[in-house]
């Protein structure tokens, strides 16, 4: 992903100078030009309403200004920054996990569920509903140390390709999203993912695909135990305390983790509807933007009915308080950087 | 705070320019200079240690060199950077916030303990231990919004004063410390807060303090509650769900909000020792300080006969693992800004 990243700064720079004659650029203009390349992969009217808010509020002189230390930006990850259909990725990587950790692990086959799963039927899963997708993500995600966890993620993300786009899943990620997490970085904005997904999980990636680094990405956890093994300190995940980083719980999550209120949020369900509603709620003028995954052929076309990912009040909430609809058909000239 | 800061750098430029001839200068030398000025309220010994190590592992031709995205550093607050005798500062705003908080809750009259403290009298709560004090935090911490806690924090840190120093409480704050973490930034390192105070109490004054942003610190906290209120999203302080960050607390903590090992930790006491042992695991070359309070006449002098900031088992472990125990009478030449 470097590489991608270096790409994309590359090509910035080229297309800033076949353009525009930098010899006519002051250094003002030449600002404003980069700016407009970051949002290059978005529709004309939406990169203008996104510029038209970061332009307002980072303008000293504007009654709207937002100080740096204020600027805070969140965004859900499934299916805002990389896709979440048919199934949330880290669900591929659970069933992976339990496969890798089944041979040291006799107890998993005296679980009707687990060996369901390892067979390669999900049915008893799916039929168990709630209690079957925990069991599983109790055995895949707990009961290992930190290291052990890390590591095993690190692989699957180095190796394990999606389905539909014969891709790394951390190269399916949505380009117009890293060019905005680009652009308001560059803006002073502090960007975090606050997301459904387990933290431990993402955290392994994000700074890779996305520029975000551990410390600033919010997701679903559990607790953890520390000890000292021969000498050594050890976290290990446990399956206590669980906390659904999801609805209500982002807000929640958003107060214990930043401890401000963001002037920026990006989200794409309901789920996401109520750090939306905190973000407008916010003292200074704030922006918020649902993408509406509307484009079969490209990636995905869902809202309704869809186990994750369901998108109905929160564009009933967008109408009222003029949150930013994105049509992914439409507004997304490039939904991938291999597009 | 912020005029104070301009001092600490316009006092260094000062320095810089009078005690050495700029002429001579060439672009290394001057950061060196700037380096050293940085921690120039050290003793030479200490200063040299810690410079050594951050020389060290900031070296890229250096076998322990650290990434800039691993350059992680924590810090306990009490005890650490401002002062915990005669008791917690926190436990100052508690009194000053459960009094300006009675003339709405009636019921405060009606408990024996909350009811002394109003009058004045700490006797019950002490006698009632920890649950006296339990007491205390939950009727002035919590069953309040986050904007009517944030703002009652925000009062007392720009009017409260510090009974010895007679100065804000968030004045009297350790000028070697705030050097060290000026420092370590300079060297691209994070500062990170881990203390068991309370993440609300701290979050309001740490980024004026300490140039601690809200989201780097990390401490005790309890369950929050988000609702929307007349149409307003509000956040609102539980007393559910507690999580002291301390002890063993501190790597899981850690572990929970950063996700990253830390290679520098900074303490004071046996509660920040888990945290030191952590840090000490990494797999980079870390360094570890631990302040040892043994300055009855410029601030205190304690360590094993105290309520907060027991220090015992962790000098122990810091001789097996070379961990830098800094004697604060010896050591810092200067203790306060205004000394």
Redesign the interface.
Known sequence: MKKFFIYLVLAASINACTTKDNAHLNKAEDVEAKDQMALSSWSDSTRQLIEAWVKDVTDTSSPNFIPV?DR?AVFDNDGTLWPEQPVPNQLIFAIANLKALAPTHPEFQKDQVLKGILDGDLSPMKKAGEIGFLKLLAASHTNQT?DAFNLAVRNWADTARDAKFHKLYKEVIYLPMVELLNYLRANEF?T?IVSGGG??FM?VWT?EAYGI?????IGS?A??????VDG??V?TKTAG?PYVDDK??K??AI??????VPVFCGGNSDGDQ?MM??T??SKYKSMCVILHHTDATREYEYDLKTLSGHLETALVEAKEKNWLVVDMKKDFKRIFSFD
């Open positions: 230390p805070i930190e502090k975090f933290v431990d955290r700074e680094p551990p410390y600033q990405v956890y607790a953890v135990k520390y000890d000292v050594k300190p976290i305390s209500a719980g807000p929640q107060h214990q983790f930043i401890g401000k109520a509603q905190y407008s709620g």
